[in-house]
């Protein structure tokens, strides 16, 4: 039976990795999708307008005019909120339907949402149960807000926070997300039968620079292995063969990982799937990666963060650089292709230190490294710190709106590292990222072609739309090298 109350869920267009140039989105917000579900469990009406893949407003106001909603749900992150106030702008002037705000960007910055767009309500952390327990007031005559937790909301002028909500443990009771609310044929995965998968929710490590611990929280929330392979089976049996798991932890229970591969292999499923999100070096070992591998995975993205070990910990990542070196020849030797992730500006980093992180990812048998600019995102330690000890290069309420975290600008410097050093290191990593990610979809020599011609600069913006977005010619590329071969 279905609800009397309806949802419009409204979701802005993100940045680019390379600035404030928008990319178009390669997934449905899969927060959305678990959070459609749910709701349309539980008999509620939703729709979903996707501001990545729609050239203008006409189909918002559509829906508004048509759908009718009670409430509009807008989500955002942090790196790309100045894309979260436009839409909102957009919608409080073209109609007076309340809104609610939710997602990262919402748990870090909290009631300052309210403050700074004019939304009428936030939620902070998951939404799946604070929506629904907030749905249920929000009829009332006489709602009263204080009883849902994790909302934000205006008592009369007071703005109130109410006391977090507790995190879903048994993640098995959720409905798979609801991508069909989407129009997937807009999406790149699904045009390459690719399906995003999270099996996993809450990272139990304190890396300061992180801010997935303040809307999932600390505590590591696995699905059952049972669960994760269900949910494959149901995309497998709708065409989709190819998965990108998007966990941060998927490793993190080694049993359970062990589990998933098991069930897959015993079923003869013919799937393919990556890890490309980053895990733990420290949470894998020689088993787990020949049974990825036969299971179907063929790439592997790990977190090192830093080639130096003093850095590695102040920051509180809390491994050591002989365990990197030795999980890449693991997997190196498990025939799965592999990834390195660094971050140049970290808290108290010099100089010394960075050309350390050069060095040593310049060293390692991989497939390619991943170079990122800190961005000190609100909510976490590092974003403390940099406040307090750092020299901020653009407005420190503003450098979200303008700089990417691959982007070759820096966003603060401190006297250990300057901006011109800072500028430095980070060019440099941006080129052996290049270079070496050329090489890897291209061939050796093809590769390394296109790199070279890549560096001068209007070819150089187009290569970076050609890095991170086109599968289409990557394949032709491939194509072209495996002829010249024969």
């Known amino acids: 039976?279905?609800?009397?109350?309806?949802?419009?869920?409204?979701?802005?267009?993100?940045?680019?990795?390379?600035?404030?140039?928008?990319?178009?989105?390669?997934?449905?917000?899969?927060?959305?999708?678990?959070?459609?579900?749910?709701?349309?469990?539980?008999?509620?009406?939703?729709?979903?307008?996707?501001?990545?893949?729609?050239?203008?407003?006409?189909?918002?106001?559509y829906l508004?005019?048509?759908?009718?909603?009670?409430i509009i749900g807008v989500t955002g992150f942090s790196y790309a909120s100045v894309f979260m106030d436009k839409l909102v702008k957009n919608i409080q002037k073209y109609t007076s339907i309340p809104i609610i705000a939710g997602g990262?960007?919402?748990?870090?910055?909290?009631e300052q949402i309210i403050q700074s767009t004019g939304v009428n309500f936030a939620i902070i952390g998951e939404a799946e149960d604070t929506f629904f327990k907030f749905l249920k007031e929000f009829i009332?005559?006489?709602?009263?807000?204080?009883?849902?937790?994790?909302?934000?909301?205006?008592?009369?002028?007071?703005?109130?926070?109410?006391?977090?909500?507790?995190?879903?443990?048994?993640?098995?009771?959720?409905p798979f997300p609801d991508f069909d609310v989407f129009d997937l044929s807009r999406y790149g995965c699904f045009r390459e039968n690719t399906i995003p998968i999270i099996t996993s929710r809450g990272c139990p490590y304190g890396c300061n620079y992180c801010s997935v611990r303040l809307s999932m929280g600390q505590c590591f929330r696995p699905r059952s292995a049972d669960n994760v392979f269900?949910?494959?089976?149901?995309?497998?049996?709708?065409?989709?063969?190819?998965?990108?798991?998007?966990?941060?932890?998927?490793?993190?229970?080694?049993?359970?990982?062990?589990?998933?591969?098991?069930?897959?292999?015993?079923?003869?499923?013919?799937?393919?799937?990556?890890?490309?999100?980053?895990?733990?070096?420290?949470?894998?070992?020689?088993?787990?990666?020949?049974?990825?591998?036969?299971?179907?995975?063929f790439f592997i993205a790990y977190g090192c963060e830093s080639?130096?070990?003093?850095?590695?910990?102040?920051?509180?990542?809390?491994?050591?650089?002989?365990?990197?070196r030795k999980t890449i020849d693991w997997t190196n030797t498990a025939g799965i292709k592999n990834a390195v992730n660094f971050i140049i500006g970290h808290q108290d980093e010099s100089y010394a230190d960075a050309k350390e992180t050069l060095i040593f990812a310049q060293s390692l048998p991989t497939n390619f490294v991943n170079?990122?600019?800190?961005?000190?995102?609100?909510?976490?330690?590092?974003?403390?710190?940099?406040?307090?000890?750092?020299?901020?290069?653009?407005?420190?309420?503003?450098?979200?709106?303008?700089?990417?975290?691959?982007?070759?600008?820096?966003?603060?410097e401190t006297t250990k590292f300057t901006k011109t050093q800072r500028h430095d290191i980070m060019k440099i990593g941006f080129n052996l990222y290049e270079k070496k990610l050329f090489q890897f979809r291209f061939g050796r020599n093809l590769g390394y072609f296109f790199y070279l011609i890549t560096r001068i600069k209007p070819i150089s913006?187009?290569?970076?739309?050609?890095?991170?977005?086109?599968q289409l010619l990557v394949k032709i590329f491939q194509k072209l090298t495996a002829k010249s071969r024969q």
Request: glycine content about 4%.
């Open 307 to 324: 080639g130096s070990q003093k850095v590695i910990d102040t920051i509180g990542k809390n491994i050591r650089l002989d365990q990197v």
């Open 371 to 412: 170079f990122y600019n800190l961005v000190p995102y609100p909510g976490t330690s590092v974003y403390d710190w940099a406040i307090k000890n750092a020299k901020f290069l653009v407005p420190s309420k503003t450098y979200l709106q303008n700089i990417s975290y691959r982007d070759n600008t820096p966003i603060f």
């Open 64 to 70: 508004i005019d048509n759908f009718k909603p009670d």
């Open 461 to 470: 913006d187009i290569s970076h739309s050609l890095i991170s977005r086109s």
């Open 230 to 297: 269900k949910e494959i089976k149901y995309w497998h049996k709708k065409g989709y063969h190819t998965f990108d798991i998007n966990d941060d932890c998927f490793t993190l229970d080694l049993k359970r990982a062990k589990d998933i591969c098991d069930l897959i292999i015993n079923h003869h499923l013919k799937i393919k799937f990556q890890l490309y999100n980053g895990i733990r070096v420290d949470r894998v070992d020689r088993e787990l990666l020949f049974k990825l591998k036969q299971a179907g995975c």
């Open 140 to 174: 009332q005559k006489k709602p009263d807000y204080s009883q849902v937790p994790g909302l934000i909301w205006k008592n009369k002028n007071q703005i109130v926070l109410n006391p977090k909500n507790k995190y879903l443990i048994d993640l098995d009771q959720l």
């Open 1 to 61: 039976m279905k609800n009397s109350q309806k949802i419009l869920f409204a979701i802005p267009k993100v940045k680019s990795m390379y600035g404030n140039n928008v990319a178009p989105p390669l997934y449905p917000h899969v927060g959305i999708a678990y959070l459609s579900s749910f709701l349309v469990s539980k008999g509620y009406q939703v729709r979903v307008f996707d501001e990545g893949v729609e050239t203008n407003h006409q189909k918002l106001y």
């Open 104 to 110: 990262p960007h919402v748990s870090a910055v909290r």
